[in-house]
């Protein structure tokens, strides 16, 4: 499965499109993590515990959008978009969506 930001696929014809899918994932920030982050935020640095957060939430809606795209019989996703946001009571949870078009290309 090829997942790209691009609108087209290099060396290859888009013959069928399958439409908009999305991808979702929804990960909470816990307290440790939000302390430690505070302590760096303190005395510079990167905040390596939210960055790894942040790559899961980004794996997950990716897998999530993959999956998607195969239960359509896509075989790719193009043009695709990741949105990051913060959710819930005090911006404790952060949300990913990955949008893109599901194709089949030959």
Do not use: P, W
């Not at 888009?14 to 302390?35: M, P, Q, R, S």
């Amino acid at each position: 499965m090829i997942l790209t930001t691009t609108n087209t696929i290099e060396g290859h014809v888009v013959t069928n499109y399958h439409g908009v899918i999305t991808g979702e994932a929804i990960i909470g920030a816990n307290l440790f993590k939000d302390i430690f982050a505070s302590i760096t935020d303190l005395v510079g640095g990167r905040s390596g515990s939210y960055e790894r957060v942040l790559r899961e939430a980004k794996e997950n809606a990716m897998m999530e959008l993959e999956h998607h795209a195969r239960s359509l019989g896509a075989n790719a996703v193009i043009g695709i978009d990741l949105d990051y946001e913060t959710i819930g009571q005090s911006s404790s949870m952060l949300m990913v969506t990955a949008s893109g078009t599901a194709v089949t290309y030959q």
